[in-house]
Structure formats: C-alpha cells, structure tokens
T-cell receptor
C-alpha cells in the first residue's frame, strides 16, 4: 500500500510569499491531519479533517494558515503570507478508523527567508 | 485541553540494556495512547499503542504500561539495539476523537 505522500519535500520561500503544500492520504483513510514540527514547539496540530469535513482549524493558526480537502484523496495547506517564524517541517497524516494511530508522511521542510 | 508531558528529554543506555520512557497526561477522558519513533531526518513512525481497557501491551521488545489512576504511561524497550536510537513521542487522545496530543519527545541514544 502506498503511504501518505507529501510534496514538495523542501520549499524555500521569501517573506510575504504564498506557498501551498500538498498531501495525498492513504487510500481509504477518512481522517487527515496537518501538523507543524519545530524543535521549540514540538508537534502542533494545524488542521484535522474527518471525511473531508474540517473538524479542527488550528486555533492560533487560523489567520494565515488554510487547509482544504477538495476530495478524499488530496489536501492542501496554504500559508499566506509566509513569515520567517513559519520555518518548520509540515507533516500530513491520515488514519482509517477512529482512535487509530495516524500514518505520517515524510513531511515538507519549509524555510522562509 | 489535554497536555502530555514526557519526563525525559534525553535518555542514554548501553546496548543490550533496557530503556524506559515515561509520560503523563492530564485529561481523564483520554483513552488511546500511541507511541511514535522518529529517526534522524525522517518522519514519525508508529511503534505501539495501548487503550485504556488494558494496563499492559507487549509487542516483541516493546511493552507499554498504563496506570489510569496516576494518568501515567510508559514505554519499555528491552535488549536495546543501535537501531533503537531515535526520538520517541508519546501521545494521547479521547476515544472517538482523533485529535492526538503529543509529548515533546525523548531522544534515546544507545551506546555501544
């Protein structure tokens, strides 16, 4: 089975740019998560979808971060406008059943200059 | 909301010895506790989980213990090997709610 696929693996952006990160969940998985990982803050939940419906919009991340799931096999995370503090690894994960550990993609490493 | 604390930020053990990583959580409604391993430069990989209807679960060299009264759970790795070196994350979630809260991670180093 294919795992969670994230593209691009690396992204470099200038401050103020708009970037879009992409994620393809495992086929048949109903739940999709976007996390941000930094050394200081650790793993922070940005968004969570269940059967394409947005269940969690990330609270503090709402203003410049927008996740969408246009169909069950594709999700995007848009950051607009980017700031240097957004430099992090962005992880997408999916799971099939409630209460099952999600499977993570390899992540996108974002550097904002 | 739920808070998960990992007590050891780093842990170093000699190859062949056992390693124990301890976590605590705050929300009594939490009932599902997965553990993940992250090797250098890689993503998180699920290793083992436990649900609140049991207090112990073993998978090969890994054992998870859960103490619901103390809101504490731990990962035990026996006969450690160099490939066990990684960052280990504990996590907690409520049954039926997939919003998983992660601990800060424990960097485990296996010394030869």
């Amino acid at each position: 089975d294919a795992g969670v696929t994230q593209t691009p693996r690396h992204e470099v952006a200038e401050k103020g740019q708009t970037i879009i990160l992409k994620c393809e969940p495992v086929s048949g998985h109903n739940d999709l998560f976007w996390y941000r990982q930094t050394k200081i803050q650790g793993l922070e939940l940005l968004s969570y979808f269940r059967s394409k419906s947005l269940m969690e919009d990330g609270g503090a991340f709402k203003d410049r971060f927008k996740a969408e799931m246009l169909n069950s096999s594709f999700s995007t995370l848009k950051i607009q406008p980017t700031e240097p503090k957004d430099s992090a690894v962005y992880l997408c994960a999916s799971s099939r059943d409630r209460g099952k550990a999600p499977l993570f993609g390899e992540g996108t490493r974002l550097s904002v200059l | 909301g739920e808070k998960v604390e990992q007590h050891e930020s780093t842990l170093s053990v000699r190859e062949g010895d056992s390693a124990v990583i301890n976590c605590t959580y705050t929300d009594t409604a939490s009932s599902y506790f997965p553990w993940y391993k992250q090797e250098a430069g890689k993503s998180l990989h699920f290793v083992i989980d436990i649900r609140s209807n049991v207090d112990r679960k073993q998978s090969q060299r890994l054992t998870v213990l859960l103490d619901k009264k103390a809101k504490r759970f731990s990962l035990h790795i026996t006969a450690t090997q160099p490939e066990d070196s990684a960052i280990y994350f504990c996590a907690a979630s409520m049954d039926g709610n997939e919003k998983i809260t992660f601990g800060a991670g424990t960097k485990l180093t296996i010394k030869p």
